[in-house]
Every structure is written in C-alpha cells, then in structure tokens.
C-alpha cells in the first residue's frame, strides 16, 4: 500500500543551512522509489497554524518512506534542515 511523507515548512531559520540540506538531499532523493506530488506549490492554509511550504513525497510502501527518511543519506542531510528550518514531518498511509 502506498504512503507519504509529508512536509511542512512551519518558519525559515537559516537559509544557508537548508541549501546545504538540499544539496545533500538531492542524491539521496534519486536512490529511493519516491514520486513527488507537491514540491512547494501555491497553497491555502484552511485551518491549523501557518506555514511555509509542504512537500509529499509518494513511495510505494509505508516501509519504503521510513527506509529514505533513516536511511544514512538522508539523516546526513536531515542536520541541515533541522539547523535551517522548522518542519513537521510524518508519513501516513494511502489507501
């Protein structure tokens, strides 16, 4: 069954800092069996608090996203966008 990680972008810290995280989560992105669905785009914020952003990324299993995000490559990266950003991430199943 498929499932998503989800990101949301709750406040910008240090721009540098997540550059660097994109960077390093480029290659790490292209080794794992992900579709993006949303990368950013033009959103609503209908309830809950404001954010900046979000970005889902689709896998085919819930095993598959829990793989990439404590896979070695990511959490490399993942010191960078902790030091950059605030997020809340989770991964939730399709059905």
Wanted: no cysteine; proline share 7%.
């Amino acid at each position: 069954m498929v499932a998503y990680v989800v990101f949301t972008r709750e406040r910008m810290r240090n721009p540098e800092e997540y550059e660097r995280y994109r960077e390093k989560s480029r290659p790490v992105n292209a080794v794992h069996p992900l579709k993006p669905l949303a990368l950013y785009g033009k959103y609503e914020v209908l309830e809950g608090p404001a954010m900046e952003g979000a970005v889902i990324l689709e896998f085919p299993t819930v095993e598959a996203a829990t793989n990439y995000y404590h896979s070695p490559g990511y959490q490399d990266a993942l010191q960078h966008r902790l030091l950059g950003a605030d997020y809340r991430v989770f991964i939730v199943e399709g059905i």
